[in-house]
């Protein structure tokens, strides 16, 4: 009867040591979180809008006939996240490859009428929103990040856009 108790007690020891270890969580890479730095109001060729470009990013534009874009990117070759502003006739709603989840959303922006879409993908969070500018204008606003940090720096950066 002893090596029976001896044993329980033993073994209730042991279980209770073994559930008391902590989960430690798998060693996935850092986030990188690059604070933006200082604003500077930025034209957007002639479309008489302007945005807050932090120094941390560089603008690119790209025109075609009837439409024009901006690509804003990190100057940091470390950071993968981007931004876009499309000023043109036919925005690409699309969204990007291998989405998981997409939420779609009416609303208002710029004073206008608007519907933004988020986009979950198996890697990075992507969010677009269009704007009817006009009849034959629409403005196209997209951001993608793989941290939520970034991503609201970026939803902050193209929160500046207005006209001039």
């Known amino acids: 009867m002893k090596r029976i108790i001896s044993f ?3 073994f209730t020891i042991t279980l209770l040591f073994s559930c008391s270890e902590e989960v430690k969580p798998k060693n996935e890479p850092a986030a990188i979180v690059i604070p933006f730095g ?8 002639i479309t008489g809008y302007t945005i807050d470009l932090p120094s ?3 603008i690119a534009e790209r025109k075609d006939s009837n439409f024009v874009v901006y690509y804003i990117t990190s100057t940091n070759q470390n950071y993968k996240g ?3 502003i499309y000023f043109g006739p036919t925005p690409d709603g699309r969204g990007p490859e291998n989405i998981v ?3 779609e959303s009416p609303g208002m922006a710029l004073g206008k009428n608007s519907k933004t879409v988020k986009y979950t993908t198996t890697a990075y969070t992507w969010i677009e929103t269009v704007i009817e500018e006009s009849d034959s204008t629409k403005i196209q606003t997209w951001y993608y990040a793989y941290n939520e940090v970034e991503l609201n720096n970026l939803r902050d950066m193209i929160n500046t856009l207005i006209k001039k």
Request: net charge neutral; glycine share 10%.
């Open 8 to 10: 329980i007690f033993l």
């Open 38 to 45: 200082d604003a500077k109001k930025t034209e957007l060729g």
């Open 56 to 58: 941390t990013h560089k």
């Open 101 to 103: 989840s997409k939420e």
């Open 82 to 84: 981007e931004a876009g």
